[in-house]
């Protein structure tokens, strides 16, 4: 795929089936986040660049809505094939843009093509439905309405830097196999590994015009893109402040949001500890914690804190630290910006009365793993989400108080639950306001065919891939009048 790349670093956009250079002659480095080097640059497009995108996918849009399902599925799954067969690539590339170790970002590469694959068989078993006039009071039969899903047009996909290809996909596949275009703007860290996957998509001869990979500073392009008028949909998966932004501008636009989280673990005092410990840690720590789905605070039962704070430090201490290419658990953060943020957290923390169990240790922007006890609601920690690897233990006397302080949050993703009680796990996951509970379990987005649901802060409308194609579908209705 030389033809992508200007340099030795340097990518160019792609519009119309074709790789180009802005015209803006501007470029944005890519900084890795633990090479402390510029590994590329993207394009800085303009917004005629933005128009001439838009424009070529509404015309591509038209005769891609009219080819059937099973052709559309044909270059699909040769993306997916695509992107199974460039994984090593893609990974290397995914681990010096975003600093996640090799292993799991081959793991997502791999997940992305399960998750295209599965997308096309969730769609051609998606039928219609018909409905007989007669069936409501005084109707006629010679009326029968015919209900198919259609697509909206032009699908917007802003996709965030912790997983550039996965999330992406997420949003493109569902939108292409429902019969519309894309226009793809990928996170600013992380627009290398997007631009690796449309690579992969390109080599499909997929339609010219019907994606584009717009890269750029949000400044110029960002509000243009969402404004556009001819944009019909847009699906983004980003910070919750960008989020509301975002929602504000697109007016009457069909949106999915998919924002940030402070996802509780509430451990009863009937809990499998060492189970639970286990599970807080995965869920908090993996990749720094750098997942709207990580586990953001522990709401411990007073009666077993010590003892779990004690197995929750034992786990700690087992986690690695260091650079992603030793495979390391806990990596250097996005940046300076980020990790300045998680050590502001802390300090406020302590400064209030919180105690370190374990880490506090900064090098840079990578963070060692930290637990802070005795977190009270009087700490920013305790409300905000530090998107980095910091763990509050806020003690509770009872799964009131639990409950109360989970559903104080302004976000509402997940929560897990602890507990040997099946009906007092219902009980509590009955009251908690989040789009998910997990039971026994960390907090996680997959398997990607479950409904993934952010409510207040975390979000609006429902991922997971059946979802995800009829949120870039509406229902039109045909009726078929009889003569009698």
């Not at 009219?66 to 290397?92: F, G, H, P, T």
């Not at 109707?139 to 198919?148: D, H, L, Q, R």
Request: charged share 25%; aromatic share 6%; with cysteine.
């Amino acid at each position: 795929m030389g033809t992508n790349v200007l340099t030795s670093s340097s990518y160019k956009f792609y519009t119309n089936g074709e790789w180009k250079e802005s015209l803006s002659g501007e470029t944005i480095d890519i900084k890795s986040p633990y090479l402390s080097e510029v590994i590329g640059k993207v394009q800085a497009i303009t917004n005629e660049e933005v128009d001439e995108a838009i424009c070529s996918a509404q015309e591509a849009q038209k005769l891609w809505a009219e080819i059937s399902i099973q052709q559309r599925a044909s270059y699909l799954y040769k993306w997916a094939d695509e992107l199974v067969s460039r994984q090593n690539e893609i990974a290397e590339i995914i681990m010096k843009e975003v600093g996640k170790s090799y292993k799991d970002a081959k793991s997502e590469v791999t997940r992305t093509a399960d998750f295209i694959r599965y997308t096309i068989e969730e769609a051609l078993h998606m039928h219609g439905e018909s409905m007989r006039g007669e069936s409501f009071p005084g109707g006629s039969k010679s009326k029968i309405a015919i209900i198919e899903r259609v697509p909206l047009g032009v699908v917007l996909a802003i996709s965030p830097f912790n997983y550039p290809v996965n999330l992406a996909a997420a949003k493109i596949a569902p939108a292409l196999i429902a019969g519309n275009a894309v226009i793809f703007k990928p996170a600013t860290q992380g627009a290398i590994s997007g631009t690796k996957m449309i690579e992969a998509l390109h080599e499909t001869a997929l339609p010219k015009g019907l994606v584009s990979l717009v890269t750029g500073k949000g400044s110029v392009i960002g509000d243009y893109l969402v404004e556009h008028k001819g944009i019909n949909m847009i699906s983004f998966t980003g910070g919750t402040h960008t989020g509301v932004r975002l929602a504000q501008k697109a007016s009457m636009v069909p949106l999915v949001l998919e924002l940030g989280g402070k996802d509780p673990g509430i451990v009863c005092e009937d809990a499998d500890l060492k189970e639970a410990a286990k599970q807080i840690i995965s869920g908090a720590f993996s990749y720094s914690g750098q997942r709207c789905t990580a586990i953001k605070r522990v709401l411990v039962n007073e009666k077993v804190a010590d003892e779990l704070v004690g197995l929750l430090k034992g786990e700690v201490e087992k986690l690695s630290v260091g650079s992603p290419e030793d495979g390391s658990t806990i990596v250097p953060l996005i940046d300076n910006k980020s990790a300045d943020f998680v050590q502001i957290l802390i300090a406020d923390a302590l400064g209030q009365g919180a105690e370190v169990v374990i880490g506090n240790k900064r090098e840079h922007n990578l963070i060692h793993p930290t637990l802070l006890d005795y977190v009270t609601g009087e700490m920013r920690v305790a409300w905000e989400e530090p998107f980095g690897p910091v763990l509050p233990i806020i003690r509770v006397l009872s799964d009131e108080e639990a409950i109360k302080l989970a559903n104080e949050s302004e976000y509402g993703l997940q929560a897990s639950i602890f507990t040997k009680d099946v009906n007092r796990a219902f009980t509590i996951a009955n009251k908690i306001e989040a789009g998910s509970v997990q039971i026994n379990g960390r907090t996680e987005r997959g398997p990607d065919h479950f409904p993934f649901i952010g409510i207040k802060g975390s979000g609006m409308g429902v991922q997971g891939i059946r979802k995800s194609i009829e949120s870039m579908t509406r229902e039109k209705v045909t009726v078929l009048n009889i003569a009698e």
